[in-house]
């Protein structure tokens, strides 16, 4: 598939900005680059990518500017921040959001940038972790026009197995939320379980193959329990901070909206009392230590 845009802008060289960046440069298109560790980006540059000052200069070249960066306030700064994208956007642009964000902030943000500039706003949280990153087999949630995201169709499938609009600008990321709520309480669960078979003298480390394919499957099981059986936590696939961050989100459209969500509630204190532990930085898999401190 020949994608139409050939010119991209990319903010976010981190965890899955790094990879989904790589595999752009693998199919064919020219990426300008900025992170606000400069750092980061170095890997990319002998591979083509440009590296650029601020995130402004990102449009300079540019009919897609993406953004993969840590939260709503971290995108807010890079659209509207001294040298952000708003400076220099202009009418017949996108700008495509990869990150997880409040539903709200995104909505607000997007028709301020529209109202400012003419860029037009899709929010594409994604799921598959830095595994499906790497492998372009990322889940695509997308909110937005219609004619915009077939737009940008082309470009996404190099990035992901599915793209799927959710409706307009902001149903992404609501259903982004709805999917951090089951990866969130799972990883917790599977904490429990480990723990608990621990504890009962079965091997943890069966436990991931002895259920795959029955019902209490899922790729959070396959993934953390081995890591926590065998108590490896490097190298870093992701972070607790984010979770944490995803499910207080959650908690906050719930309020929102009037829909009650015992269970991520109480997933989010958990989180948290994991992360005031040293915790936030370091991989789920480390949820184990929480529960086994529990039953020590």
């Known amino acids: 598939m020949v994608p139409v845009q050939r010119s991209l802008g990319f903010a976010g060289i981190g965890l899955m900005g790094l990879p989904m960046a790589r595999r ?3 199919a064919g298109y020219a990426l300008s680059v900025w992170n606000r560790s400069k750092g980061k980006c170095t890997e990319l540059g002998p591979e083509g990518a440009r590296v650029v000052s601020e995130p402004a200069h990102l449009c300079d070249d540019a009919d897609l500017v993406l953004l993969c960066l840590a939260d709503t306030e971290a995108v807010r700064q890079v659209v509207f921040g001294r040298g952000g994208i708003v400076e220099r ?6 700008l495509v959001d990869f990150s997880s964000l409040d539903p709200a902030a995104t909505r607000e943000m997007a028709a301020e940038l529209e109202v400012r500039t003419g860029m037009r706003w899709i929010d594409a949280p994604v799921s598959g972790g830095t595994q499906g990153a790497v492998a372009g087999t990322l889940a695509i949630m997308a909110g937005g026009r219609q004619e915009d995201i077939e737009r940008v169709r082309p470009l996404l499938m190099h990035l992901g197995q599915r793209v799927t609009r959710m409706g307009d600008v902001g149903a992404g990321q609501v259903t982004k939320v709805c999917n951090q709520m089951l990866v969130a309480c799972n990883a917790l669960v599977i904490g429990e379980v480990v723990a608990l078979a621990e504890r009962a003298g079965v091997d943890a480390r069966l ?21 926590m059986a065998e108590r490896c936590f490097e190298p870093i696939k992701w972070h607790v901070r984010t979770l944490l961050k995803d499910l207080d989100t959650a908690v906050k459209l719930s309020r929102e909206q009037g ?36 039953t020590s």
């Open 207 to 227: 436990l991931a193959p002895a259920l795959a394919g029955g019902f209490a499957d899922s790729k959070p099981l396959q993934i953390l329990a081995p890591q």
């Open 259 to 294: 829909s009650a969500t015992p269970m991520s509630g109480l997933a989010a204190q958990l989180m948290r009392m994991h992360g005031s532990q040293g915790y936030l930085d370091r991989d789920p898999a480390t949820l184990i230590d929480l529960f086994q401190e529990s």
């Open 24 to 26: 752009l440069l693998g």
């Open 89 to 94: 956007a202009r009418p017949g642009q996108l």
